[in-house]
């Protein structure tokens, strides 16, 4: 079942903020203002508590990606709403939860209790590592409700410009699976409808 709240968000975050997105996509440190326009709309923090530092030019790494995604559609809240043990019975699995960031445990706890994401290996999440498009596509795949076996994973970025979330150029440069930046993350997706 695709979720039709979640797309709908999507659509309109997507919408909105593309209007505000220069053309092309992917210039490292091309994006401070739009990242300061989802910083004042709470969808992008940075990385200081007292001043906004979008730090655009750093390696997306997978708990980082995984707190973006659900800001972007509209999930931090649940996330934010479990309690330390559902926490801690989501992690469980991970024999590295210990490594995940404390401001981002609850977002890759939800992500692991829906099935957004799966492990680098059965029994680690290595949430430090970096994010590559093939992962964030599918993680967008799974948030909307695709089933993304683990023989798609390398064409997700096809997959998802299959069905609409995504320009078939930029599903081509993901395909390389090369590191993301935070700058990446604003970049020209758009709502899968199917």
């Known amino acids: 079942m695709k979720h ?49 530092d979008p730090d655009l030019s750093s390696a997306l790494n997978r708990e980082t990606g995984i707190v973006m995604l659900l800001r972007l559609f509209g999930l931090e809240g649940a996330a934010n709403a479990m309690t330390e043990s559902e926490v801690n019975e989501a992690l469980s699995r991970f024999s590295d939860a210990g490594s995940i960031s404390s401001w981002a445990k609850q977002a890759v706890a939800y992500a692991a209790a829906n099935g957004l994401i799966a492990g680098t290996t059965t029994t680690t999440f290595s949430p430090k590592n970096s994010l590559n498009g093939k992962a964030y596509c599918t993680l967008i795949l799974r948030q909307l409700g695709y089933e993304v076996l683990p023989q798609d994973y390398p064409n997700s970025p096809l997959l998802l410009a299959e069905n609409g979330g995504l320009a078939p150029s930029e599903a081509n440069r993901l395909l390389s699976g090369n590191p993301l930046i935070k700058d990446d993350m604003e970049t020209n997706w758009s709502l899968p409808m199917k």
């Not at 996509?25 to 326009?37: G, I, S, V």
């Open 4 to 52: 039709s709240v979640s797309k709908l968000f999507f659509g309109l975050f997507l919408s909105a903020s593309l209007v505000l997105l220069p053309i092309p996509c992917f210039a490292e440190n091309n994006y401070t203002q739009q990242a300061q326009q989802l910083h004042d709309l709470g969808l992008y923090s940075g990385i200081s508590t007292d001043t906004f």
